[in-house]
């Protein structure tokens, strides 16, 4: 399976980039059924996001952390938190950073997140589906409450598509900006969302610290 990399940093080091001028080819064979390939997908990712970040030197105040369908940076001292569980058939898999204490009941203000859904394969949820269970919500959720929302990446290439967008979410106390990169992949099946958060009054400052490195250098 070929991997691809988004982040101008990384480009030399890992000779790939998801960008909107595309990656590496897919597979034309046959695809097994689901169970079979959602086992498959898992091993085959987790091996080559593995060796891919292990081949590449986090920058400094940083180090790789492996997922199951990407690899991403994580801040030192930073905490990290992860879920996992199936609902209606599709799998979701949630790991979150911040420099705060969070849980739960009480979000992260400044934070980083990935949230990975599975679709289950051909006889279960296209890439493209899974995508619009997840748009669909947020402008429904957001849409009379959000500000100078903007999406400025949308882009299809080789099985995947990718959004990239940014809004303020003014239903938070204190009002947050967000930014969002979103990646359905029809070869296994799953939609990869990242997400980087911080109050309003302190964006740029996060943003310039943190945010920009963590977006920007996304092993997929």
């Given at each position: 399976?070929k991997r691809?990399?988004?982040g101008e940093?990384?480009l030399?080091a ?6 909107l001028?595309?990656?590496?080819g897919?597979?034309?064979?046959p695809q ?7 086992s498959?997908?898992?091993s ?7 060796t891919a970040?292990?081949a590449?030197?986090a920058?400094?105040?940083?180090s790789?952390?492996?997922?199951p ?5 994580q ?12 609902q209606?058939?599709v ?10 204490d969070?849980s ?20 279960g949820?296209?890439?493209d589906a899974l995508a619009?269970?997840v748009?669909?919500p ?6 009379k ?9 949308e882009s299809?290439h ?8 940014q ?5 938070a ?10 990646v ?22 996060n ?9 920007d250098?996304v092993g997929?």
């Amino acid at each position: 399976m070929k991997r691809c990399i988004r982040g101008e940093a990384l480009l030399v080091a890992a000779g790939f980039m998801l960008s909107l001028s595309g990656c590496g080819g897919r597979s034309t064979a046959p695809q097994p059924g689901p169970a079979e390939l959602q086992s498959r997908v898992d091993s085959a990712s987790h091996a080559d996001t593995t060796t891919a970040a292990a081949a590449m030197t986090a920058p400094g105040g940083y180090s790789w952390q492996v997922l199951p369908t990407c690899f991403v940076l994580q801040p030192d001292g930073w905490e990290a938190k992860v879920t996992d569980h199936t609902q209606n058939g599709v799998r979701h898999y949630y790991w979150a950073t911040s420099p705060e204490d969070f849980s739960a009941e009480r979000p992260f203000e400044t934070g980083f997140s990935v949230e990975i859904l599975f679709g289950g394969g051909i006889n279960g949820t296209s890439a493209d589906a899974l995508a619009a269970t997840v748009l669909t919500p947020w402008y429904e959720k957001f849409g009379k409450k959000m500000t100078k929302a903007e999406l400025y990446e949308e882009s299809a290439h080789n099985g995947y598509r990718m959004y990239r967008f940014q809004y303020e979410d003014t239903s938070a106390t204190p009002v947050l900006k967000v930014q969002k990169y979103l990646v359905a992949d029809s070869f296994d099946f799953s939609v990869t969302i990242f997400t980087f958060e911080s109050p309003v009054e302190e964006w740029g400052k996060n943003w310039g610290e943190f945010g920009q490195m963590l977006m920007d250098n996304v092993g997929l």
